[in-house]
């Protein structure tokens, strides 16, 4: 019997030391994503809303909305945004953010504006949470006219030299209508790893080429307002064509 008791404790003992299996714990894979964000800069300064630049001609302007839609962004048979709409005074530099992966788009191509697939559409059908809906478009959407606003650029201009910021003249450039739809390609887009699989690709928007663009100038004095009527034609394309060229890739 006294051999019986230091067995069982040696049994218990190798029993207690036997090492537990750990299992491997669940990995959630984790989706790639691509988030697109545009600074607005005025030359080599960034740009805030309603701060103080000045024109080559030696004008202060003030801007207080900057704000664009973006559709049907990808690189050929890959589509990575359907619709997306950038306001700065809203959301800081976020464009948008979504599930995609960087090897599929080291090249972008699509629409600045609404394409007409959307454009003529009923606002409030589309899903809440589409920057398309009304209740998202944040004065970007013309009920009267039955379609969206493409491009936004509002402001204030000081045009008296007098040393006094009175800013007695506003600006308005609203780019709308199906043929000031515009398409925008970058060959080369460079994404940023920014961890925890988002990569993330910086463009600017150099406002300052919408005043002093080298050989399509625009006069704020002159030309102050275009909501894209037909008599309103000329200023419109100057504002397009240097949106379009201020608007870069990283």
């Known amino acids: 019997m006294r051999y019986f008791i230091p067995v069982i404790c040696v049994a218990l003992l190798a029993v207690s030391c036997k090492k537990e299996k750990v299992e491997d714990p669940d990995v959630t894979p984790v989706t790639p994503q691509l988030k697109m964000t545009v600074q607005p800069v005025f030359g080599a300064e960034n740009l805030y809303i309603d701060s103080v630049y000045t024109t080559a001609d030696g004008m202060d302007v003030q801007f207080t909305d900057v704000k664009f839609y973006m559709t049907h962004w990808g690189n050929g048979a890959n589509e990575l945004i359907e619709v997306a709409r950038f306001d700065y005074a809203e959301n800081g530099t976020k464009c948008f953010q979504v599930d995609g992966a960087v090897a599929n788009f080291g090249a972008l191509t699509g629409n600045i504006g609404v394409s007409d697939d959307f454009n003529h559409e009923d606002p409030s059908a589309?899903?809440?949470?589409?920057?398309?809906?009304i209740m998202n478009a944040n004065g970007?959407?013309?009920?009267?006219?039955?379609?969206?606003?493409?491009?936004?650029?509002?402001?204030?201009?000081?045009?008296?030299?007098?040393?006094?910021?009175?800013?007695?003249?506003?600006?308005?450039?609203?780019?709308?209508?199906?043929p000031n739809l515009t398409v925008k390609s970058f060959p080369t887009v460079t994404w940023t790893n920014a961890g925890n699989s988002l990569h993330t690709a910086e463009f600017k928007l150099d406002l300052k080429k919408i005043f002093d663009h080298p050989t399509n100038p625009i006069d704020v004095r002159s030309e102050y307002v275009t909501h894209s009527a037909a008599n309103q034609a000329a200023l419109t394309q100057k504002v397009l064509t240097n949106f379009l060229e201020a608007l870069t890739a990283p």
């Open 140 to 178: 970007m959407h013309w009920s009267w006219a039955s379609g969206y606003i493409f491009i936004s650029l509002e402001g204030r201009a000081d045009t008296i030299s007098d040393g006094n910021p009175l800013f007695d003249h506003t600006f308005t450039y609203h780019i709308a209508s199906d």
């Open 126 to 133: 589309f899903p809440s949470n589409s920057p398309l809906n």
